[in-house]
């Protein structure tokens, strides 16, 4: 039997020695941050916060001018701003602690993540059951559990990374893993999400030293659970059906993507113009949430959506080149997990707006409504930006 309770004392004891910890956990105030990374994410920022505010235009008509001040406010005020404090404390945490205490941290978040189903704590919007309340705050607690995921599993495999590449010790582990979070997850139900905890652990798998041949076997496995999910699940049937078919029932399950094509297709090659989507106001389902990609097709057009699409590519890119010079395994693979997550949920945002993939529920990061997304998505970059620190050169 594999005992995950060892997770934290293996990864500390097979780190590279006392120089390493040292060097990860105590000369944070020597080096400054990575400032390729640390710009790209300011520009995410900045455009995210101007498309926000330009989607939320469409309560002027839909509700009230209250209602728009509120929730712009609420936005700046319980997402961006704690969210970049959270950056910066994140960007400060001696980088051992994490991989020390990852496994209280996953079981933390395991914990805060099942409270959704507690009556009085839980709060269902729609029939999903994905919020709890907080000093009257909703609060997603799946954003927590990714990142718990993360360190934990980054804390894993760098413990046993001699022998990530034998079933006991790297897939096997992943696979029980991603049963737990599964059972929480798609009970809640938040398929996209889970999908997002998949391609995230299979990318972490494969770089921590996992076979190829092993890690297509979990992908096909992954296909048929997502089989038996549209065939057990009416709702994601309906999803398969209007991807293949986005014109089918245009006023009905198809409404949204319909909505998108008509508001992206409308935005030709430069947009109407910043503040002048017409779809946001009385025809785009959640333009501040899932559809907001169809306001940025809308107002500023393929080179708008283009240029969006190349700022997350440079997310990633830069991302990436700081896990490939991190100080050690753990920090390494756990930036691999930070870049994949964040980029593979948006980049499934967009290409469900599109038409490329089948209608999500997912945020598009740094830029849809909801406080808890963007807070611990700049939390995940402060992490990114802590291991910027130790780079080597």
Same mark, same amino acid.
């Given at each position: 039997?594999i005992?995950?309770?060892?997770?934290?004392?293996?990864?500390?004891?097979? &780190?590279?020695?006392?120089?390493?910890?040292?060097?990860?956990?105590?000369?944070?105030k020597?080096?400054?941050?990575?400032?390729?990374f640390?710009?790209?994410v300011?520009?995410?920022v900045?455009?995210?916060?101007?498309?926000?505010?330009?989607a939320?235009?469409?309560?002027?008509v839909?509700?009230?001018?209250?209602?728009?001040?509120?929730?712009a406010?609420?936005?700046?005020?319980f997402?961006?701003?704690?969210?970049?404090?959270?950056?910066?404390?994140?960007?400060?945490?001696p980088?051992?602690?994490?991989?020390?205490?990852a496994?209280?941290?996953?079981?933390?978040s395991l914990?805060?993540?099942a409270?959704?189903?507690?009556?009085?704590?839980?709060?269902?919007?729609?029939?999903?059951?994905?919020?709890?309340?907080?000093?009257?705050?909703?609060?997603?607690p799946s954003e927590?559990?990714?990142?718990g995921f993360?360190?934990y599993?980054?804390?894993?495999?760098?413990?046993?990374?001699?022998?990530a590449?034998?079933?006991k010790?790297?897939?096997?582990p992943?696979?029980?893993?991603l049963?737990?979070?599964?059972?929480l997850?798609?009970?809640?139900?938040?398929t996209?999400?889970f999908?997002?905890?998949?391609?995230?652990?299979? %990318?972490?798998?494969?770089?921590?030293?996992?076979?190829?041949?092993?890690?297509?076997?979990l992908?096909?496995?992954?296909?048929?659970?997502?089989?038996?999910?549209?065939?057990?699940?009416?709702? %994601?049937m309906?999803?398969f059906?209007?991807?293949?078919?986005?014109?089918?029932?245009?006023?009905?399950?198809?409404?949204?993507?319909?909505?998108?094509?008509?508001?992206?297709?409308?935005?030709g090659l430069?947009?109407?113009?910043?503040?002048?989507?017409?779809?946001?106001f009385?025809? *785009?389902?959640e333009?501040?949430?899932?559809?907001?990609?169809?306001? %940025?097709?809308?107002?500023?057009g393929f080179?708008?959506?283009? *240029?969006?699409?190349?700022?997350?590519?440079?997310?990633?890119w830069r991302?990436?080149?700081?896990?490939?010079?991190?100080?050690?395994?753990?920090?390494?693979l756990m930036?691999?997990?930070?870049?994949?997550?964040i980029?593979?949920? &948006?980049?499934?945002?967009?290409a469900a707006?599109?038409?490329?993939?089948p209608?999500?529920?997912?945020?598009?990061?740094?830029?849809?409504?909801?406080?808890?997304?963007?807070?611990f998505?700049?939390?995940e970059?402060?992490?990114?930006?802590?291991?910027?620190?130790?780079?080597?050169?």
């Amino acid at each position: 039997m594999i005992s995950f309770g060892t997770t934290a004392r293996c990864a500390y004891r097979l &780190s590279n020695g006392n120089q390493e910890v040292n060097e990860t956990g105590d000369n944070n105030k020597m080096k400054k941050v990575d400032k390729i990374f640390l710009i790209i994410v300011g520009l995410l920022v900045a455009a995210g916060l101007l498309i926000f505010l330009s989607a939320a235009m469409g309560l002027l008509v839909r509700e009230s001018g209250a209602s728009f001040g509120s929730v712009a406010l609420k936005q700046i005020f319980f997402g961006l701003l704690p969210g970049l404090l959270l950056l910066w404390g994140a960007s400060k945490i001696p980088l051992i602690y994490l991989r020390r205490y990852a496994l209280y941290i996953f079981i933390f978040s395991l914990v805060i993540t099942a409270l959704v189903f507690i009556p009085g704590i839980g709060v269902a919007y729609k029939g999903a059951h994905r919020w709890i309340l907080i000093f009257g705050q909703s609060f997603q607690p799946s954003e927590l559990l990714k990142i718990g995921f993360v360190i934990y599993f980054a804390a894993w495999l760098s413990g046993f990374r001699v022998r990530a590449a034998e079933f006991k010790y790297g897939l096997l582990p992943l696979v029980i893993l991603l049963t737990i979070i599964g059972v929480l997850i798609l009970n809640q139900p938040d398929t996209d999400t889970f999908l997002v905890f998949f391609a995230t652990g299979f %990318v972490m798998y494969l770089a921590g030293g996992g076979k190829w041949r092993q890690a297509i076997l979990l992908f096909f496995a992954a296909v048929l659970l997502v089989a038996v999910l549209a065939f057990s699940n009416n709702y %994601v049937m309906k999803r398969f059906q209007t991807f293949f078919n986005p014109n089918a029932d245009p006023t009905g399950a198809s409404y949204q993507i319909h909505q998108s094509l008509i508001a992206i297709g409308s935005g030709g090659l430069t947009g109407r113009g910043f503040g002048q989507s017409i779809r946001k106001f009385s025809y *785009l389902p959640e333009p501040m949430g899932d559809s907001i990609f169809a306001v %940025v097709g809308e107002e500023f057009g393929f080179v708008g959506g283009a *240029l969006l699409v190349l700022l997350f590519t440079a997310f990633a890119w830069r991302g990436l080149w700081i896990a490939n010079r991190a100080p050690d395994t753990f920090t390494s693979l756990m930036v691999v997990g930070i870049v994949v997550m964040i980029v593979s949920q &948006s980049f499934i945002n967009m290409a469900a707006m599109l038409n490329i993939i089948p209608l999500s529920g997912t945020a598009l990061l740094f830029i849809s409504k909801g406080g808890t997304t963007l807070l611990f998505a700049l939390a995940e970059v402060g992490m990114i930006l802590g291991v910027s620190r130790h780079i080597r050169k």
